[in-house]
């Protein structure tokens, strides 16, 4: 008994002792993303941006990321309260990057001046969507809209056309239509603010309950409504990044895409973690996107580059063709009228945003099952 | 607390009769416990009971009391739970008579297929449902396509659409207790009940009924606590409003405090409710039953011909039903593009390429670290049966007690204890323990324990004790003993009880989620990732390996265990 239980005792201690002393150390040959950016565009990412630092520093990089959507990302990063787990924040909307810088948890991004020069301050009209922060402690990557995708064969099946955002209340689309709750999703949140900005508050939520007693499926994630559309257990989604419309062509799957008038755009902003474990790794990634390499990964996937130099283009057949037919025919975001009503100082306030959440948690989350019956 | 050593009597020899080896082993046993099951419980209990300032309050509760939404949530889990326990009480208690009472062809193999539902990881299970019972699932589709149905009918999105998948997931959780229960009703109190004219319903009532009940709680406890804390497959077909699903929705997100404090809340309010459950069921799940352990050959009827065909039609039924998910897996783990066909028209290898060798991190995590568990699990499961069947230690009682607590605690409850509990560093510790990967392994190691501990004292009851006693007469200490008589003969049980662990940390995926760390990820943890990531058929291939990997052992079990592999869940 006596040798027994000595061996379990220290076969128990020596696992405390193991982790504290192995696995605390940080290398420089690590890099950890956090991002509400799905798989579909943060994988091909990381992928280039590993081989271009073997290329550059014969380093063997190790990435990995943790997908969040943007509020959990948000509130993960607020919880690690300086000490971060990773490294780069990617995606979502500017205004939570700007909460951030202000509790003093962003770095300022380091990257050349022509670079950052090159980047737009704003884009959409009537009012400007800023593409990078003036203080300088977030950039805009990509350009990406929350538009809808379709299901073009049960459409033709139902009879129904989708063009822009009221097509989306026709009576037939009872039940087929799939969306991510505002308070779990961003994407979903901004379009919420669109419409309301679009119809005022009163209508745009009369509006918006139209739409949940046509709406089948709340999904907890986003990217979960790309995904029940292009399998045909809904016809429409609403309020769908781009790329990750576009990922479910290139996996094979038959769904269109609609660009509807002042839809939000997205810059997909990033900024590097304070007391991030991989600084430096941090701000080469940073830059790698927006070098031409970068930009190439987006423009394939169903994104828009950040800056008007580039255009998405490709050989006949390529993916970035593919992407170009997918959205009729749009190559870049400065080449087409940019509508946007999406005002941040209105819907980026903190209050504000618990407002629409508590409104959409009491009056149609809470009463979904008898709007659907209606 | 104290009832333990009341049982145990401690007589002042039973200390001195210990090395200082013995004490210290015993001793670790127990910092293992306050470490790892007591402290972060606590913690939990402390956070749901203050503010963010750590000031005693109740409000945290009375919030949640008064809150609508929550109450029908918490309704809702309960009709829920009591509903997938009627649900498998009549699939499963079926199946156990028909397989233990009677003879039929093929009846060996329908033993074996019917438990292998129990392998369904979280998440792959529902999803396999969608794609073949989904609006859009091969069902449907065949009833529009070819018999003109107007309106896909809608199997999947709604509770029902969970009590489906629930219940044709843990039925074989009843069949096993039932099994296991009937198994032990000696025959010879069969025939004395019947030489005494007691047939039927009768010597049901007063037999079989009272000598199951047990095992038929314990069985229907486990299936309730299951059902009560999956989050995962509500969240598929559209369901929000259970208790599991608010808590981990409402603690994944940090950005609405008062959200985050609910979800706190509300995984103190299950852990409560499952120990509350526990002492209701306690008479009937102490390991202490295992005391009238024999198992015996029960005489099987034979059926005539129709009836054969009858039990053969019906295992087939439900067997059909409860292959469903693996079947839709399959389909969409090589189809590429399915949508809206019966069944795929592409095939392809490529999803299997990029979850298993591309990144081979997934399957080589899940072997460690549920390796990892296993080994912690011997080293702390193995002793503890020792020590409760073969020694009157103060404090056996409460370590069984706590043993059978852990079965009933929902994964999501120990996941955020444990973010609570070690989100600083541990004295002489640099970093928060939850920032290294070994709080995975740990934290499987203490679900998954009572299956090893089980498993090594149901086998341990079965050595008698003058064996060992014979070999101390001769001089033997007790660790020679134990090496050389003991272990011998109870190697088979103890694995199979780590099987059964290693099968089921495999699939854990309530905590392992809350508490995943980047580069570190379990299968189970990448089916969630590539699930929320929108590669569904990805998620679908890692399902489909952790689903061989689950069958492969559960063979093995069944080879090793027989008809004894219901032990461990009693």
Redesign the interface.
Same mark, same amino acid.
């Given at each position: 008994m006596k040798r027994f239980a000595v061996v379990i005792a220290l076969a128990v201690m020596g696992f405390f002792c193991l982790s504290g002393i192995g696995f605390s150390q940080a290398i420089e040959n690590e890099f950890y993303l956090i991002t509400p950016v799905s798989k579909d565009v943060h994988d091909p990412a990381l992928k280039a941006f590993a081989a271009f630092v073997k290329k550059k520093y014969n380093v063997d990089l190790k990435t990995s990321a943790m997908p969040q959507g943007t509020p959990v990302a948000y509130g993960q990063i607020v919880e690690w309260k300086g000490k971060p787990q990773a490294d780069v924040f990617w995606g979502g909307e500017g205004t939570l990057f700007d909460l951030l810088a202000d509790q003093g948890l962003l770095d300022k991004v380091a990257i050349p001046k022509a670079m950052w020069d090159e980047i737009p301050a704003t884009i959409g009209k009537p009012i400007g969507l800023p593409l990078k922060d003036p203080k300088g402690y977030w950039v805009g990557t990509t350009l990406e809209p929350y538009g809808l995708i379709y299901q073009p064969t049960l459409l033709k099946r139902l009879g129904v056309e989708i063009k822009g955002w009221d097509d989306l209340l026709n009576p037939k689309l009872k039940g087929q239509i799939a969306q991510c709750t505002p308070d779990r999703s961003s994407s979903s949140h901004a379009s919420y603010e669109v419409i309301l900005a679009m119809y005022g508050w009163e209508k745009g939520w009369d509006w918006l309950t139209k739409l949940a007693a046509n709406t089948g499926i709340f999904t907890a994630r986003s990217r979960d409504v790309p995904s029940v559309v292009s399998k045909g257990e809904f016809a429409v989604g609403v309020a769908v990044p781009s790329y990750m419309a576009f990922a479910e062509v290139l996996g094979g799957y038959d769904v269109m895409f609609v660009y509807p008038k002042n839809a939000y755009v997205t810059p997909e902003p990033m900024a590097v973690l304070k007391g991030a474990p991989h600084p430096k790794a941090a701000h080469a990634f940073v830059e790698f996107l927006l070098t031409e390499e970068g930009q190439r990964i987006f423009m394939e996937r169903g994104l828009y580059p950040i800056t008007p130099k580039y255009k998405v283009q490709g050989a006949p057949g390529s993916n970035a063709e593919k992407a170009v037919q997918f959205t009729a025919g749009i190559r870049s975001f400065y080449d087409i009228p940019v509508g946007n009503v999406y005002d941040p100082k209105v819907a980026g306030e903190k209050k504000r945003n618990e407002e629409v959440n508590a409104y959409f948690r009491k009056e149609i989350a809470e009463k979904h099952k008898e709007l659907i019956k209606k | 607390m104290n009832e333990g050593t009341a049982v145990a009597l401690p007589k002042p020899s039973v200390w001195s009769e210990?090395?200082? =080896?013995?004490? &210290? =082993?015993?001793?670790?046993?127990w910092? %293992?416990f306050i470490i790892f099951l007591i402290y972060p419980l606590i913690r939990l209990f402390y956070d749901s009971f203050t503010t963010e300032a750590g000031i005693f309050t109740l409000a945290n509760f009375q919030d949640f009391f008064t809150d609508? %939404?929550y109450l029908k949530s918490l309704m809702n889990s309960m009709l829920l739970g009591v509903g997938t326990v009627i649900t498998t009480s009549i699939i499963g208690i079926a199946i156990a008579f028909l397989l233990l009472r009677y003879d039929f062809p093929g009846r060996g193999l329908f033993s074996y297929l019917t438990i292998i539902p129990m392998i369904m990881p979280p998440l792959v299970g529902v999803m396999g449902f969608?794609f073949i019972m @989904?609006?859009?699932g091969t069902v449907n589709i065949i009833l529009q396509d070819y018999f003109g149905l107007q309106h896909p009918i809608n199997f999947m999105?709604g509770l029902h659409g969970v009590l489906l998948v629930e219940t044709l997931h843990l039925f074989p959780l009843m069949t096993l207790s039932i099994v296991d229960a009937m198994g032990k009703i000696s025959p010879s109190l069969d025939e004395a009940a019947e030489s005494v004219g007691s047939r039927g319903l009768r010597k049901f009532r007063d037999i079989t009924f009272p000598l199951t009940t047990p095992g038929y709680v314990s069985g229907a406890l486990l299936v309730f606590i299951w059902t009560f804390a999956d989050f995962a497959t509500p &969240?598929v077909v @559209?369901i929000?409003d259970l208790l599991a699903?608010q808590a981990y929705?409402n603690i994944?997100?940090?950005?609405?405090r008062r959200l985050?404090k609910m979800g706190i809340v509300i995984s103190a309010i299950m852990v409560i409710l499952a120990i509350l459950f526990l002492i209701i069921a306690k008479k009937y799940v102490s390991i202490k039953d295992y005391s009238s352990l024999s198992y015996s050959v029960i005489e099987r009827k034979k059926l005539s011909p129709l009836a054969q065909a009858g039990a053969i039609a019906f295992l087939a039924f439900i067997l059909i039903l409860a292959f469903i998910p693996y079947l839709g897996l399959a389909l969409d783990s090589f189809g590429?593009?399915?949508?809206?066909t019966p069944f795929p028209v592409?095939y392809t290898l490529q999803y299997f390429e990029r979850v298993a060798i591309e990144t081979p991190k997934f399957i080589i995590n899940s072997l460690l670290y549920s390796g990892i568990s296993v080994?912690?699990c011997i080293?702390?499961g193995v002793?503890i049966a020792w020590v409760m069947s073969r020694t009157r230690l103060p404090g056996r009682g409460v370590l069984d007690s706590l043993t059978t607590l852990i079965l009933a605690l929902p994964g999501t409850g120990i996941g955020i204890a444990y973010m609570r509990a070690f989100r600083d560093p541990?004295p %002489?510790? *640099?970093?928060a323990l939850i920032?290294?990967?070994?709080v995975i392994p740990?934290v499987l190691a203490v679900r998954r324990l009572p299956y090893t501990v089980r498993g090594t004292f149901a086998s341990l009851l079965i050595v008698h004790r003058s064996f060992e006693e014979a070999a101390e007469s001769v001089g033997a *200490?007790?660790?020679r003993t %134990?090496?050389d008589v003991t272990l011998p003969l109870i190697w088979k049980g103890v694995l199979v009880g780590s099987l059964y662990s290693f099968i089921l940390a495999l699939q854990e995926a309530s905590a392992t989620l809350l508490l995943v760390?980047? =580069?570190h990820e379990m299968m189970t943890v990448g089916i969630f990732?590539?699930y929320? =990531? @929108?590669?569904?058929?990805e998620a679908a291939a890692l399902g489909f390996i952790l689903i061989i990997l689950g069958a492969a052992c559960l063979f093995i079990i069944n080879r090793m265990a027989g008809s004894k592999m219901g032990g461990v869940f009693g």
């Open positions: - | 210990m090395k200082i =080896g013995g004490i &210290l =082993g015993y001793a670790a046993i910092a %293992f609508a %939404f969608v @989904g609006r859009a999105y &969240l @559209g929000s699903s929705l994944v997100q940090f950005v609405d985050f590429r593009g399915w949508a809206l592409k080994v912690i080293a702390v002793p541990l %002489f510790m *640099t970093t920032g290294m990967w070994i740990v *200490t007790k660790a %134990f090496k760390i980047p =580069g990732n590539f929320i =990531g @929108g590669s569904v058929n």
